[in-house]
């Protein structure tokens, strides 16, 4: 089997970035020519995107209930480009307050902040989810006692 009827096989399931497809490629004991090859002409053919990857990976993420800071580095650790990352970000940058408040409401729904501990622990859950530590506390303090 050539490396680009396994990349073939792979993308047939869901998308990779050309990061992925390569890693896994490696993995199987390809060629690096190969592989570079493989990739190239899986680019050229549009079964490879990393914009497509991007958008999906997003989508995927933010209803799963996650935040664009933890977004960004996921993708990034799957060696999608930031100049990439940041624009798919700035595409949807409208929804991340509404995703922010359902995440909060779902998880203490309309429970006020009892102490300082317990704002603690709020703010440490939505900074987990990945959402910007300003519009945390904006949230945050809208709910205190």
Not at 14 to 33: G, M, N, P, V, Y
Not at 72 to 92: C, F, K, M
Not at 128 to 138: E, M, N, P
Request: aromatic share 10%; net charge negative.
């Amino acid at each position: 089997m050539s490396a680009k009827s396994v990349a073939v096989k792979l993308l047939s399931r869901r998308e990779h970035s050309a990061f992925e497809i390569r890693d896994k490629l490696q993995k199987r004991d390809f060629e690096e020519e190969e592989i570079a090859q493989a990739i190239c002409e899986l680019e050229q053919g549009g079964w490879l995107s990393d914009e497509r990857y991007t958008e999906a990976y997003i989508r995927m993420r933010q209803q799963k209930g996650f935040g664009p800071l933890r977004i960004a580095i996921e993708l990034n650790e799957r060696g999608v480009d930031e100049r990439i990352i940041d624009t798919y970000l700035q595409d949807v940058e409208d929804s991340w307050q509404q995703i922010l408040e359902q995440q909060y409401l779902k998880k203490y729904k309309n429970r006020p902040v009892e102490d300082y501990s317990d704002k603690a622990k709020r703010i440490r859950f939505l900074q987990y989810r990945g959402f910007h530590l300003d519009a945390i506390y904006q949230l945050v303090d809208k709910t205190i006692i």
